[in-house]
């Protein structure tokens, strides 16, 4: 059975003593969680150690990074390798967000191989796709999501790619109040599991998680995770409400 997810992501958001506060509300909260309902923290770099110290031993509480380096170890200054990662419990790494594709110019072909990279580390991609306002209003979604996942996930064999995560996020819908609709997602998931299927057969396709993302918050979340496709959500802006967070986890 392809696992449910309720994933935070935190982005560039808190110091220290809000993450920590933040942490420390949801360490005291019992989610309705098992091993196919599970939630993930994409928290940034300089507080993962402690949201392990806080939420890792929590069962089905997992620890994400929002990004990690393609190459192993060396002199890239400023980047953190996915051992680092590992090292300090982290099981999760997102990658492909639409807001590092467009401010860190990060494309396919690097995607691909940061995909391998965390892969051959052990941890789970939580791979972001998505298309721009102007490629919906266009009409042209379909064709550009396949494109992101063909070029950065079909080098993958059938085991590996089980091993992804996927996010569909609307690049209209983040942060700005603007949900697809439950119609609208289902439409997409179900289009890009057609793709996973003719890639990798039914069989395969059927053990992918395609999370959504994209202004998912308490209200909406349950009509969201309900749809057939739709395994879970990547949340921004509701994720720093603890509250809200733990709506949408008992949502799944
Ligand atoms: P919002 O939930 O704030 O719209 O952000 C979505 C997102 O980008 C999650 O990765």
Redesign the pocket.
Known sequence: MRKKIAAA?W?MNTTLAEAESLLQTMQGFAPKLDENHIAVF?IPFPYLSLAGEKLGEKPFHFIAAQNCSDKASGAYTGEVSVAMLQSVGVRYV?LG???RREYQQEGNALLAAKTDAVLQGGLTPIF?CGESLSIREAGTQDAFVQKQIEESLFHLDAQQIKQVVI?Y?PIW????GKTASSAQAQEMHAHLRSVFAKQYGDDVAAEISILY?????GANAAELFGQPDVDGG??????LNAEEFLTIMNAL
């Open positions: 992501n982005k994409g997102i967000h639409s807001e972001c996010a996020e819908a983040i942060g700005t993302g994209g202004s998912v918050k990547l949340v921004g802006g509701a994720s």
